[in-house]
């Protein structure tokens, strides 16, 4: 016996053979579904053999298959058939019945799989979850249309959602659709049919030096050890996880160079270590004030020292810039301060 999936109830039973065929109306929309079969066979009086084909593995190009032992009648082992194929539907090599929401589980696993920022893989899962799947995740994936999507775009748009948080989304459908085409569990990438809102560039403006000196001299005043990291991120533009996973060995204070190659993001269970954002690493170069902050910091003695004189990163550079940009005179005159009590 051979039953499609979705198949309700057979149309003519070939009586006389251990083996029937059931002839249904078979959907043949999707070339996909139409290769979605099982099969019964009598072991013995009573006792019947159902398999499901799984199709086969687009890489290894190997035939998966499922089958299982059932006892009882012949209509009765049909019927167990049918629950058979509706089970196994979902977890075929070539996507046969899965719905969109399923593929969104698979393309998630195949993110982490690819070692993706843990941070960009909980953005994506915040997105699938609480957006994504519950408009689109029960619809069968070869049934999702372009209009599905914009429609899911309009309601965004509708709730009050930015143009470019709606065109993050509309990345994510791409970039899963994407990955059902690879597997072959489509034909195309309907999402490049759809239309989502155009997003104006806006010009970025930085903040006033007053600005930025106004908070450096707030965080020196609530938390003395973030104002440096302020500071050089003001100075150098690294990104927060690039600050964080800074190391002594990625500075090279004679040439003023720091070396940028990792950074620290949060992960579950606490944090972890990754390359940067673009996956490269890169050389940024540290005008005086930066070489001064650092040597503050490496300089065990002076560090000490400064800070028993109660001097900010701010008085700190302030100094420096006053001995010309000399660190090893700054050095001098805040050591020679200290033998005079000041």
């Not at 709730?159 to 709606?166: D, E, L, N, Y």
Request: with cysteine; proline share 5%; glycine share 8%.
């Amino acid at each position: 016996m051979q039953v499609r999936a979705g198949a309700r109830a057979p149309a003519l039973l070939l009586p006389g053979i251990a083996s029937h065929r059931i002839l249904t109306n078979p959907v043949t929309s999707h070339r996909y579904d139409a290769d979605m079969r099982g099969s019964k066979r009598e072991l013995r009086p009573g006792v019947w053999e159902l398999r499901v084909s799984l199709g086969y593995d687009p890489e290894t190009g190997k035939r998966h298959q499922v089958s299982k032992t059932f006892h009882g009648g012949a209509r009765a082992a049909d019927a167990a058939l049918r629950d058979l194929v509706d089970q196994h539907g979902t977890n075929r090599a070539d996507g046969t019945g899965a719905t969109f929401g399923q593929l969104l589980d698979r393309w998630l696993e195949e993110c982490e799989r690819l070692d993706l920022s843990p941070t960009t893989v909980r953005n994506y899962s915040s997105q699938v979850n609480g957006t994504i799947r519950p408009r689109l995740g029960k619809i069968k994936l070869h049934q999702l249309t372009a209009k599905h999507l914009d429609d899911l775009y309009g309601t965004l748009k509708d709730a009050g959602k930015s143009p470019k948080t709606i065109r993050i989304v509309h990345a994510i459908l791409s970039a899963a659709l994407h990955q059902a085409v690879r597997w072959g569990w489509l034909r195309e990438n309907i999402a490049d049919r759809a239309k989502p809102p155009r997003v104006s560039n806006r010009r970025v403006t930085a903040p006033a030096v007053e600005v930025v000196q106004q908070v450096i001299e707030e965080a020196e005043r609530r938390d003395p050890r973030l104002a440096p990291l302020l500071m050089l991120a003001a100075l150098t533009g690294m990104r927060r996880g690039e600050l964080c996973a800074l190391r002594w060995s990625d500075v090279n204070l004679d040439l003023g160079v720091l070396d940028v190659a990792r950074s620290i993001v949060v992960a579950p269970g606490g944090l972890a270590e990754k390359s940067t954002k673009t996956d490269r690493s890169r050389k940024v170069a540290l005008d005086p004030v930066g070489i001064a902050l650092l040597h503050l910091a490496s300089n065990l003695p002076a560090a000490v020292l400064a800070r028993a004189l109660n001097l900010t990163p701010l008085t700190a550079v302030r100094w420096v810039r006053a001995a010309g940009g000399d660190w090893n005179r700054y050095a001098a005159e805040l050591l020679h301060a200290g033998d005079r009590g000041l």
